[in-house]
DNA sequence: TACAGTTGTCGAAACGTTTCGCACACCGTA
DNA sequence: TACGGTGTGCGAAACGTTTCGACAACTGTA
């Protein structure tokens, strides 16, 4: 591998006016400069991030710490990290993926400490995050996919929980329906303060008031089980709810089941939405489901660009949301008769 | 950050010294060897990999390529990344996340040439990928998940289809079927030479003819509707099938639809069986289907460690198949009665 | 006592960059 | 002629490791 001493010998030039040359650190004259290009290219020089980052203290790398896979992650996970991968790859810089340890604050002192990465991107984000407050104290900069309770000053880019809520009420009401439900996600996550879960509870609590329709929550079904049970006292309870909104892709499944079971049928006998799940998890039912698709490759590139932004030179907070994208499918129709 | 200067200064020794105590290089006296090891906790000293890597030549960061994602690319694809992360990481070593730009061979020339990388892993790799050429050629130690058709001495971890094929085959002929259909992935797939689409197929049809039951494929729907045209195909040539695997969970909707709408149910009519999808996808499924889980996360683990073992000392190839798990749902049962 | 072998330690060089003080030549101006 | 300013380029130091030849202090043997 040709190194900047080759490039200055061929270029009869010395190796700091290389480096300058190259990275446009200081004035090189016209003429001198194009000799040392075009050396470095006939080498095929490509500069040493190691010794560069040595000497620098500036690798040009960034952690992604993703946590031990949760059932149900997938494809939203993956295109956080593709991504990221790929706008920071953009922007010249390299992403590193860093699965986190039993103790995730060892984890990034051990990152950090080895000076090897310049920042950190958090998925995966809690909304009481202990890793925020290590990473905020020790210094390191980084930024979130997802958010915390109150980010205060961090960069983060999230999912826009009260567009979404609004854009999916809209849909709703649009069609005529005049009372909504809602499933959200496990309670176990929900209990765990898992952002997305309290988030879009609350949204779509607070969309449905403002749209000035009914709004029935408090359903928290994990599995094709629990989300045909939570059907059933939901029309107990609502006999008149028409359209409704499942967070938990299993939990649809129940609801499908159950509503076949009634002698249903989707959408003319209700209105289905999936709220937070990819189109192609949709296709997979029949008919295909309406989604609320989350933006995630988008976040991914938005965390690492506002990241390497920071890095660069400091400014105000970036704050990003972003609405998920709504996706309608064969699910959504006019409201059944309520005679 | 404490260095190597500091702990040599505390612990009264030579900065050599305290390199070759803390890395077993050669041999220092257990007391010195005590004395050093305590400066060195005290100082929460941690080695700077990019100094060491300089010096050394080894970073001990692969560089994990993968391609831009396919549709279909999800939970597995993420399990490969994870597997392959979480033994880095077990061995010391880390995960660079690379996405493939347009042109994947500067790509990896990019990556080594930097001095950043020590190896790479490959994934989705084609029965003839110009990308293992290249890094032969190069000389950059690499493995892969996944092989092409004639791997020769290189490294690689992929599913033993032969093994996955005699379980699935072996299952459904000890519930008594006698008459078994395969799905293969999308033509599209199965044209660009996607090993899994190729491999599965050759293999299904060898187990069948190893086990003396029927068999019958050539179908390679690619989306619901076509798994319920190729359903109706199928019945029709072929009214004695009573058990079908099917490689595409997309086409497999298609086909319970088809069943349904023949007045048939899973599993009494049709032993169903989805092969290569996740047991979280199977389970999206009404009735839970069989499947044939992709040993992903491992696979990952395995290529990791391959190429760490292989960067480590040379050998002989390390060349492993692992099987899918077999997890029976609530798809599989004794075959109807042909009357 | 002299000498070879062993054991443990040291110091310096090297890896490939970036950074920074300095020197040289040239210009226009006083 | 002398002088400050400007535009270029050079050389050396530094970043934190690893590696390797040299060397001092012992040990045991002749």
Request: charged share 20%.
């Amino acid at each position: 591998m040709a190194s900047l001493r080759d490039v200055a010998e061929r270029a009869q030039v010395a190796v700091s006016t290389v480096s300058a040359a190259l990275n446009g650190t200081r004035p090189v004259a016209v003429a001198t400069k194009r000799r040392i290009e075009q050396a470095a290219a006939e080498l095929g020089y490509r500069p040493n991030l190691l010794a560069r980052g040595l000497q620098s203290k500036r690798t040009r790398i960034l952690a992604l710490l993703f946590p031990a896979p949760r059932s149900g992650f997938g494809l939203t996970e993956m295109q956080f990290a593709t991504g990221a991968a790929e706008a920071a790859s953009e922007l010249g810089y390299h992403l590193l993926l860093s699965p986190e340890s039993a103790d995730p604050i060892d984890e990034v002192r051990h990152l950090t400490g080895l000076g090897l990465v310049d920042g950190v991107l958090l998925m995966e984000v809690r909304l009481d995050d202990e890793r925020t407050e290590f990473l905020s104290a020790s210094g390191v900069p980084f930024s979130m996919i997802g958010r915390t309770r109150e980010p205060g000053s961090i960069d983060y880019a999230d999912i826009d929980f009260a567009a979404t809520a609004r854009d999916a009420v809209a849909h709703v009401a649009g069609l005529g329906h005049r009372k909504l439900a809602f499933f959200n996600l496990s309670t176990d996550l929900y209990a765990d303060g898992y952002g997305p879960a309290i988030r879009a509870g609350e949204e779509f609590a607070a969309a449905a008031r403002a749209a000035g329709i009914g709004y029935v929550d408090g359903f928290r079904p994990g599995s094709a089980k629990e989300g045909r049970a939570a059907f059933e006292r939901l029309l107990d309870a609502h006999p008149d709810v028409t359209a409704l909104a499942v967070m938990d892709d299993h939990a649809a499944v129940g609801v499908i089941a159950a509503v076949a079971a009634r002698g249903w049928h989707i959408p003319e006998d209700l209105t289905l939405l999936l709220v937070l799940s990819s189109a192609a998890v949709a296709e997979m039912f029949h008919p295909r489901l309406t989604t609320l698709e989350p933006p995630s490759t988008e976040l991914g590139r938005l965390g690492a660009r506002m990241l390497i932004e920071r890095l660069r030179g400091d400014g105000p907070p970036r704050q990003r949301l972003v609405p998920c994208n709504l996706v309608v499918g064969d699910s959504s129709a006019a409201p059944r008769s309520l005679s």
